[in-house]
């Protein structure tokens, strides 16, 4: 059993699209997050939710809109697609704020 | 404020040589510090954590690592690496806001 899953793995699309990205837990966390990795590797946090309230909100442009239906579910959403938002976004869990995160394998979001 | 400073961006070594990945970190609360390694196409899978107690923790795979606190810093050792060590390695710290701030990562990589 996937601990913390993603779908679409890869996502290929245009400019100026609107795609969705969903992530969901089965390991029962409260927290939930929202990670983007750029081209060198560097992973900046976007987003966390806990118990389905927002809880972080880093300064990402508001093309990008988190939705959490339940706390099992963190998916995420992005208007107008641009060029630079082409990288591997990464889903993770956390039963609080000091245990390690868990994390999915990654959707690789190429915008062409 | 949290911050994470990786050292070396990439470190090359033989087979059954020993290794040393180095962190720093800076913040003004009590922290909570973890290695995370990433194998190619892979998400991030947790290393070790030091969230209190004894300053040298140990982790999977043989690798363990000390938490300093006169030196902030909190580095990463296996006396033996192999060939499947090669890797990504993120050292990362949390503060008490649900924030886990992350390193820009060290490549690890092990030649025979």
């Known amino acids: 059993d996937t601990a913390v899953s993603q779908t679409p793995k890869y996502l290929v699309t245009q400019m100026g699209n609107d795609k969705s990205i969903k992530c969901e837990q089965n390991?029962?966390?409260?927290?939930m997050y929202w990670y983007k990795q750029d081209s060198k590797k560097f992973l900046k946090i976007m987003f966390s939710?806990?118990?389905?309230?927002?809880?972080i909100n880093e300064t990402v442009p508001n093309r990008f809109s988190p939705k959490s239906p339940d706390k099992a579910h963190l998916n995420l959403h992005i208007n107008s697609l641009e060029l630079g938002d082409s990288a591997v976004y990464f889903c993770?869990?956390?039963?609080?704020?000091?245990?390690?995160?868990?994390f999915g394998n990654g959707t690789r979001l190429t915008v062409t | 404020a949290q911050s994470v400073t990786q050292l070396d961006s990439q470190v090359p070594v033989f087979e059954e040589a020993p290794v040393e990945l180095r962190c720093n970190y800076s913040?003004?609360?009590?922290?909570?510090l973890f290695w995370y390694v990433q194998y190619p196409n892979q998400g991030l899978q947790l290393l070790l954590k030091y969230l209190s107690g004894s300053t040298l923790v140990k982790g999977i795979n043989g690798f363990e690592a000390e938490f300093n606190k006169s030196q902030t810093s909190f580095h990463l050792r296996k006396p033996s690496v192999h060939i499947s060590d090669t890797a990504e390695y993120f050292c990362a710290v949390a503060g008490s806001n649900y924030k886990l701030t992350f390193g820009k990562g060290t490549l690890l990589t092990v030649n025979p």
């Open positions: 390991l029962g966390h409260d927290t």
């Open positions: 913040s003004s609360v009590s922290v909570y």
């Open positions: 993770a869990s956390s039963p609080e704020y000091n245990s390690p995160l868990h």
């Open positions: 939710y806990n118990n389905k309230e927002l809880i």
